[in-house]
């Protein structure tokens, strides 16, 4: 998966996307590729696991050939305007950009379409050898992957419906895009998985990479029943463990092909966990 | 006609939302209070806990328990019907033709947040419920259900249309001279048409409900000012920053959250025993380093739990971890007995 040019990873919200997608960042560097890694909803997740103190909206490099950074809606609307569209010089920009900020909260589409930009225009300049998005959570991602179209559908002419049409074919070109889904073996982000996976597959926005269950615990390995085990809390906890990792088996089995990363205990700063799953990363 | 009062359950999807809801509605109502339980979801767990096949849209009674009643807020109401409320019907054809109305339709989330807001001022209005629980839609951790009041006044008493229009309300005719303004001719060759026109003709339509649905609007926004609402949460790392982040964007929109509830916190007890001996026999040392790590699990979650508690000063109330999702009367009774705090948020007694 690290052969596209972009990666978009998402998944329910709280299923440790952002350590996810920091984990693959690192990943990529260790094997040499100059990467950028962009958040786009919350940039603070992102550069935690990157071991930023805070973020930033201009790509800076945190860890050796790792740059990020996290879309600034207005700074990306304006960069739209006069780099993308190229907007005459002549015209009031400063006027131009309060109503277009206008038109951005009000027209469909548009907001989503300037932040999903961002990416496809950094792989465009072609600067770095991948970029990996830190992408909106699944319940926002099919409004954003399917922007371009509904711009199409809503211009009928002119430089942004042709804008709209290249990011359309960018993000639905496997040789260039790929998506991955994080989720945790639970109910509801299987659930949303599966069903985001048969909307994406329906409408063909983007080539599915894969789906990585993060968070899996390891059997205990105990030689008897945890049930005989004397009342106290060795069992209770015990008994915890194991029907936590029922709970993941049975999810596991609905969720179909699936990568695995690990479920990390102990104290660790987000830098750390990002490292960790950098290392795990087994291909399953 | 009494004062209802409203307790709304916001937090990120699958903390728990839903069965604490339920499980303070049964508590109330069992304290001899008239509860209306609305939910946004349809998750079968919750209308077989309350015994009932399914919840529609209207209060249905819950039989095994006196007093409780449970209702579905319906999240799928359109903008079309929104308008249909609050429109003359000629505005609405008219709406309904426009494209630009049809993509806002399709795509804006904000009309089933408000349509959900609507109806939940509805149920609260008829003054008929003691107390009131809202389980918020899961969308932003509910945080759209309380700015979609707002967002609605906001869109069709909006800055674009004030920006093309001037601060008065202009008449149609004067559509095309509105467009004629020059920046909009540029905006126009780059949007490729009659888009603005469209999104113009569009606003000033939406322009007609303003005053029946900024008043509603208004009122259901002091209505959501007064309700107890209350951030659901479990321990973990992600849960935790969306609560946090929930709990600061409340306060934005002046809700101050009446306290947070941490559900399925692991027993603070398991930090120490982490020392103990194990039980005898070839289990031993697996079972030490399991009930280690989990205490470990335990620790964080309570260091988390303290940090939330001296940053908001906010009341906080657990939910122990229990091993299955309550799923019977009984056992939602059972989880809120077995709390601990939820008093002090006001929630219960």
């Known amino acids: 998966m690290l052969e596209r040019k972009l990666l978009l990873v998402s998944g329910k919200g709280g299923v440790g996307k952002s350590a996810v997608t920091a984990s693959l960042a690192l990943r990529a560097s260790r094997g040499g590729k100059k990467v950028l890694a962009i958040g786009m909803v919350d940039g603070f997740g992102l550069a935690a696991h990157l071991g930023a103190e805070e973020f930033k909206h201009e790509p800076h490099e945190v860890l050796p050939g790792v740059f990020t950074f ?95 049409e290249e990011m359309r074919r960018a993000l639905a070109d496997p040789a260039t895009a790929g998506l991955l889904l994080v989720t945790t073996l639970e109910e509801l982000p299987v ?94 | 006609m009494r004062r209802s009062h409203v307790i709304v359950v916001t937090g990120a999807g699958g903390v728990g939302k839903t069965t604490l809801s339920a499980a303070l509605g049964v508590v109330a109502a069992r304290a001899g209070k008239e509860v209306l339980v609305i939910t946004v979801d349809p998750a079968r767990r919750l209308s077989d806990a309350l015994g009932i096949p399914g919840i529609g849209n209207r209060p249905t009674p819950v039989p095994d328990v006196e007093g409780l009643s449970a209702a579905m807020l319906d999240v799928t109401a359109s903008w079309e019907a929104i308008t249909r409320r609050h429109a003359h019907p000629d505005v609405a054809d008219r709406l309904d033709a426009n494209p630009f109305f049809r993509t806002i339709a399709d795509r804006f989330p904000a009309a089933q947040s408000y349509a959900a807001a609507e109806q939940m001022a509805e149920f609260v209005e008829t003054g008929y419920w003691d107390l009131v629980v809202v389980d918020t839609p899961p969308s932003a951790g509910g945080l759209d259900f309380f700015l979609a009041p707002r967002r609605m006044r906001d869109l069709i008493g909006g ?31 780059i949007l490729g048409g009659p888009l603005l026109e469209e999104i113009a003709e569009f606003l000033l339509d939406v322009r007609t409900l ?73 289990d031993a040392l697996a079972l030490r380093d399991n009930l280690r790590r989990w205490g470990e699990e335990a620790q964080r979650m309570h260091e988390a739990r303290r940090k939330f508690a001296a940053r908001h000063q906010t009341s906080i109330a657990t939910i122990p971890w229990l091993e299955s999702a309550p799923t019977t009367i009984e056992e939602l009774t059972a989880m809120v007995r077995a709390a601990d705090g939820l008093e002090l948020a006001g929630l219960t007694g």
């Open chain 2, 159 to 189: 800055r674009l249309l004030r920006w093309l229009t001037g601060a008065r309300l202009p008449a149609r005719r004067t559509l095309y001279r509105i467009t004629a303004k020059p920046v909009l001719r540029v905006a126009d060759a």
């Open chain 1, 191 to 284: 659930l949303e998985t599966v069903e985001a996976l048969s909307a994406l597959e329906a409408e063909r926005l983007i080539d599915g990479v894969g789906i990585v269950a993060n968070r899996v615990l390891a059997p205990l390995g105990l030689a008897a029943d945890p049930a005989d085990v004397p009342d106290g809390p060795h069992r209770d906890a015990a008994l915890l463990h194991e029907h936590l990792l029922d709970e993941q088996r049975l999810w596991a089995s609905r969720l179909g092909d699936h990568d695995t990363l690990p479920f990390l205990f102990g104290l660790l700063t987000p830098g750390e966990v990002a490292a960790r799953l950098a290392d795990a990363w087994v291909e399953t």
């Open chain 1, 70 to 164: 996290a879309v600034d809606r207005s700074r990306s609307l304006d960069e739209y305007l006069k780099i993308q569209l190229r907007v005459p010089r002549s015209v009031p920009t400063r006027q131009f950009s309060k109503a277009a900020n206008v038109l951005v909260d009000t027209a469909p589409g548009i907001r989503e379409i300037i932040s999903m930009g961002k990416p496809i225009f950094e792989v465009w300049k072609a600067t770095y050898d991948i970029v990996i998005v830190d992408a909106p959570p699944l319940g926002q991602l099919l409004s954003y992957l399917r922007a371009p179209a509904t711009i199409a559908d809503l211009v009928p002419a002119g430089a942004i419906r042709q804008q709209a």
């Open chain 2, 210 to 282: 303003y005053d029946g649905l900024a008043a509603r609007a208004r009122s259901i926004e002091r209505l959501m000012v007064r309700a107890a609402t209350i951030v659901v949460s479990t321990a973990t790392p992600a849960s935790l920053r969306e609560a946090r982040r929930f709990y600061e964007e409340l306060t934005d929109v002046d809700v101050t959250p009446r306290g947070v509830v941490f559900n399925r916190a692991l027993p603070v007890s398991w930090i120490d025993a982490a020392n103990a001996p194990p039980p005898d026999g070839r």
